[in-house]
């Protein structure tokens, strides 16, 4: 399949909220209060480094909950799950990673936004089971691919969604490149959130991280539209019928 670019307002992405997509954000966790999260319930997880998990999802340094906000801005009905595994700082160990991934699986998640990753290929293995395992599930997982020529894990791996920043999207479009018959497929994004008021767009948060969580927010449409859709394969052919 060749590039095709779409935009929120073209079909299958047009009129749809995300209604009923489980998303998780694995993540920084999530600010409730925040505006850009607005009256939208937000239930989640901590997962510590060692594996403990408990109920303290609130975000400290303001990632996670950008993110979201991202994913809201373009389905705001979605059933939105943070899993936090960062504290302070945006790093985190694969294991954490492999562990984050493999609890929102199970825990319902349709969709897995990953606006993260690592570049050392010692942890395909731990990420490509997670991501195995997520599939097996019927999750989806968002990741970026590549960015500054670095490739990522796991969004480069067979059966993720992998995001590139693609400087002709605006928010609102997002450019596809994928195989139906392949289990990769290819998002180009723009990596700008939502605007802050007050603030110049140069000011605000910017970069891969949010070109994953406007992928993720078309594909929260994608799939409340077409409940059957459990794989990339099925977005592939999905997208490449699309008018």
């Known amino acids: ?39 939208v319930p937000v239930s989640g997880v901590r997962i ?31 059933d939105l799950v ?42 395909a293995a731990v990420l490509g089971a997670a991501v195995e395992e997520a599939v097996a599930a019927g999750a989806i997982l968002v990741s970026a691919f590549e960015s500054d020529g670095v490739t990522w894990l796991p969004g480069s791996l067979p059966n993720a969604v992998g995001v590139t920043l693609d400087p002709t999207c605006d928010r609102h479009a997002v450019v596809l490149t994928g195989d139906a018959t392949r289990a990769q497929v290819r998002f180009g994004a723009s990596g700008y959130p939502r605007p802050i008021d007050g603030v110049p767009i140069e000011r605000n948060l910017s970069g891969i991280s949010f070109a994953v969580a406007n992928a993720t927010g078309f594909l929260a449409r994608l799939l409340s539209r077409d409940t059957a859709i459990r794989d990339t394969r099925a977005i592939a052919r999905e997208l490449a019928a699309a008018s």
């Open 1 to 39: 399949m060749s590039a095709k670019r779409f935009t929120i307002d073209d079909p299958p992405f047009t009129g749809l909220t995300g209604q009923g997509v489980r998303v998780a954000v694995i993540d920084s966790g999530v600010h409730p209060t925040n505006p850009h999260i607005g009256d």
């Open 48 to 78: 510590g480094p060692d594996g403990e998990i408990d109920g303290d999802f609130v975000d400290r340094i303001g990632h996670g909950t950008a993110v979201a906000a991202a994913i809201l801005e373009k389905a705001p009905g979605i």
């Open 82 to 123: 943070a899993v936090r595994v960062f504290d302070r700082t945006l790093a985190t160990s694969a294991d954490v990673l492999a562990r984050g991934i493999s609890w929102a699986a199970s825990h319902g998640a349709r969709l897995i936004n990953l606006s993260l990753g690592t570049s050392n290929p010692a942890r």
